[in-house]
C-alpha cells in the first residue's frame, strides 16, 4: 500500500480511536496524522528491540505482554507529539487494541480486494 495512504489511514485510525475512548484527546486531524507517523515510526524503531528484550516475559504471558508493550509505545508517543493525550496506561491500552482492530480490518480488506 502506498506509504502516503497508509500515514493518511493511520492519522484516522487514530483519530476514530480518540473519538471512541474518554482518556485519549486529539486537538485536531493534523495531530492524528502526526500520531499515526510517530507511532509507525516507534513500532518500526523502537518496538522491534524492546520486544526482543522482553522475550521470556512474552512467552511466559503466552504473548500477552505484546500488549503491554504497545501500550507503552503509545506513551512514548503522548509524550513526543504535542496535541495528543492519553489519560493512562488502561487508555492507552485500549487505544492501541482499537488500533490493531482497525488495521487487521483494513489488511482483511486489503487482501480480498487482491
Known amino acids: 500500500m502506498n506509504i502516503l495512504v497508509r500515514i493518511l489511514l ?3 485510525f487514530v483519530y476514530i480511536a480518540s473519538y471512541l475512548l ?3 484527546n486529539v486537538n485536531d486531524f493534523w495531530v492524528a496524522i ?6 509507525g515510526i516507534i513500532n518500526v524503531t523502537i518496538k522491534p528491540l524492546i520486544t526482543v528484550l522482553t522475550l521470556p516475559f ?3 504471558t503466552l504473548g500477552l505482554f505484546l500488549l503491554v508493550i504497545n501500550a507503552a509505545m503509545v506513551m512514548l508517543t503522548d509524550s513526543i507529539v504535542p496535541g495528543f493525550q492519553v489519560a493512562g496506561w488502561w487508555s492507552a491500552l485500549f487505544f492501541s487494541i482499537i488500533m490493531s482492530l482497525l488495521n487487521l480490518i483494513v489488511a482483511d480488506l486489503k487482501k480480498k480486494s487482491d
Open 22 to 24: 474518554s482518556g485519549v
Open 34 to 39: 502526526l500520531v499515526g507517523l510517530v507511532l
Open 58 to 60: 512474552t512467552i511466559i
Open 10 to 12: 493511520n492519522g484516522a
